[in-house]
């Protein structure tokens, strides 16, 4: 009954009701061949060399051809599955790949993977906008300028009611903090943003992952519709139910990388019968497939009378992995599609070059930047834990800073009073900025998914996450803590003493926020990032001017001052506060007066020594930017 009915359902919507969006005919998918695949890696080696340089073979020897349809690649875990999807897809490092891609008989193009569709495993959808939202998103950076706004409009609309997302169009997707759609929404939301651009071949990894099988099987309908429509998708998939098994038109079985089985998917269980291996009736197809290339290890061990020695199980295993790869390249599937393969390269010989990896942009740099620039303030916006937590959080700490140091007296109190207020102020800036270090790591996947799909270059993302952060999580906090404290503890109170004090205080969260991101823009973990920082931030304040008398340090020593940013906006601000005071009460017999105070501690007081604080940390802001922007352009894009 079950099967009758899905069976139905798949012949409606074979027809013609799902068509290509935008287009009103239906789709001409491409055919993607590949010829003589292999792909090794190198393992070991390092800065240490303790490891002695190898190479590990992930592909071997791969041949076959995915037409229009839903062709699914198989195998354990482990078996190269992602790996090989990422070479059709041409989103595999080209170091270590030989062999050819064809589409239609003719080389992949260099910007291949800009036109044609990637699913990722895990999410990367803006979780704080809606699934229109991002729709729109997608549309506008992917689609020609050619397109009008009404086009990409009414594009996006027609999308929204073929994936069925009518009703959760204008909810949130959904992130850790804010509650949104359901897990096969979010999916049908990851296919939506690549079906933006029509594309004529779809790849998907692992799309049924953290779906429970009733959602599993809802979204493997869907592609199963769009290849009925014409579109060629590709995807991996680990152990479906045979419900979702059956969809398939064509079967890709990998075992370490090599192909045991390329063909109709339907006619897979007869050529396994063929060789030796009958599937017991009630059986699901990809169980008794796994049980195949495992050994049938569960079978052996129920009939063994003791444990078999974990070498004799490997051999096994090795040999029944030859055995399968021996009777496939003898079966007339491997000689059919050899032949045919023969038949696409006739006359064009196979390409010796490297396969180069070219990112193209549809959009100009203004549209982008408009655009991601927009997208970055609102997921700000919409982030309680990194907007208004923000802020709160500063205003706590000045209402605590202002309590402890609360109105200064011109006493010698007040000399070690505003003193530590002004550490507290400069170290609490540098130490507040660490929360930037999260910035490009949290969207690191989305970033990378983004950028070599051809939305936008890395300099707009950049420029966009910079401004953001500055603006709302730098900026804003920088005037509030400066507009309560400075009036609590009771400083110099003059308006142009007042507005230099929030210069500096902001310029320091700048420079220290640039330190962050240039150590954390090639990290992939929030916490050995978080260290990093926190180890430089501590060494810079021991050379603040408090903890020790900079004047006192040993000369072979005394050049580290220069690397400390609490350092310049500590002297910045001592100059601004303690010029012009008068100290002399009946306490002080010399030194009495604020520029003897920072005589001592070695602070340069005059117009040029207290501006040449605010070039060094503009300076230091603008190296750590570069040395963030590089290592940003440079990360590793291509597994």
């Not at 073929?162 to 949130?172: I, M, P, Q, Y």
């Amino acid at each position: 009954m079950y099967e009758s009915r899905v069976s139905l359902e798949l012949g409606q919507n074979g027809a013609s009701k799902h068509q290509s969006a935008g287009s009103g005919k239906e789709r001409h998918g491409a055919t993607v061949s590949f010829h003589n695949i292999h792909y090794k890696v190198t393992q070991g080696g390092g800065c240490l060399r303790l490891k002695k340089r190898t190479t590990k073979d992930i592909l071997i020897d791969l041949n076959g051809i995915m037409k229009p349809g839903l062709n699914a690649i198989m195998g354990a875990t482990g078996s190269g599955k992602s790996s090989f999807l990422d070479v059709l897809a041409a989103r595999k490092d080209p170091a270590g790949l030989t062999g050819e891609v064809l589409i239609d008989g003719a080389p992949q193009p260099p910007n291949f993977k800009c036109l044609s569709g990637y699913v990722v495993q895990d999410d990367v959808v803006m979780g704080t906008l809606t699934v229109r939202e991002n729709f729109t998103f997608s549309a506008a950076l992917r689609l020609p300028a050619s397109v009008s706004q009404k086009e990409k409009d009414q594009k996006v609309e027609k999308l929204i009611q073929e994936l069925g997302l009518g009703r959760v169009a204008d909810s949130k997707v959904g992130t850790q903090l804010i509650r949104g759609i359901s897990g096969g929404e979010r999916k049908r939301t990851n296919i939506g943003m690549e079906l933006i651009i029509d594309p004529s071949v779809l790849f998907l990894d692992e799309p049924t992952t953290g779906l429970d099988a009733s959602t599993a099987n809802s979204v493997l309908l869907l592609l199963k519709r769009m290849a009925n429509n014409g579109r060629t998708i590709i995807l991996s998939i680990h152990q479906p139910r045979y419900s979702i098994y059956r969809l398939f038109d064509n079967l890709t079985l990998l075992v370490n990388g090599k192909q045991v089985y390329h063909g109709p998917a339907q006619t897979a269980l007869e050529y396994f019968s063929d060789i030796g291996y009958t599937c017991e009736a009630h059986n699901n197809p990809a169980d008794f497939f796994l049980d195949i290339i495992n050994g049938d290890s569960t079978a052996v061990a129920l009939s063994s009378s003791d444990y078999e020695d974990p070498e004799s199980v490997l051999n096994s295993k090795r040999g029944i992995e030859d055995k399968l790869v021996e009777e496939y390249r003898n079966c007339h599937f491997y000689r059919q599609t050899k032949a045919e393969l023969g038949r696409i390269i006739q006359g064009k010989p196979m390409t010796t070059t490297r396969p180069s990896r070219t990112i193209t942009y549809n959009t100009s740099f203004l549209t982008q930047f408009k655009w991601v620039l927009k997208r970055t303030f609102r997921n700000l916006m919409l982030n309680p834990q990194t907007s208004v937590a923000q802020v709160a959080v500063t205003l706590f700490l000045a209402l605590v800073v202002g309590a402890i140091f609360f109105d200064v007296q011109l006493d010698s109190s007040g000399q070690q009073n505003r003193f530590g207020a002004l550490f507290f102020i400069t170290v609490n800036q540098c130490f507040s900025s660490m929360s930037s270090a999260e910035l490009f790591i949290t969207e690191r996947k989305l970033f990378i998914h983004e950028y070599i799909s051809g939305y936008y270059r890395v300099s707009v993302y950049f420029l966009s996450k910079i401004l953001s952060d500055i603006i709302t999580l730098r900026t804003i906090p920088a005037v509030v803590f400066s507009c309560v404290a400075y009036f609590m503890i009771g400083l110099k109170p003059t308006v142009e003493a007042f507005f230099f004090f929030m210069f500096t205080v902001a310029l320091v969260a700048y420079t220290a926020t640039s330190m962050a991101l240039a150590i954390s823009a090639d990290q992939t973990v929030v916490a050995i990032a978080t260290i990093f920082m926190t180890i430089a931030c501590v060494f810079m304040m021991i050379f603040a001017g408090l903890l020790v008398n900079l004047n006192s340090i040993v000369s072979w020593l005394a050049w580290l001052k220069y690397l400390s940013i609490p350092r310049y906006g500590m002297s910045a601000l001592l100059a601004n506060e303690f010029t012009g005071l008068d100290f002399c009460t009946v306490n002080f017999t010399t030194r009495c007066t604020g520029e003897d105070f920072l005589g001592v501690q070695g602070v340069d007081y005059s117009t040029w020594g207290l501006w040449q604080n605010h070039m060094a940390l503009g300076i230091m802001t603008i190296c750590f930017l570069a040395i963030a922007y590089l290592k940003l352009r440079f990360i590793r894009k291509f597994t």
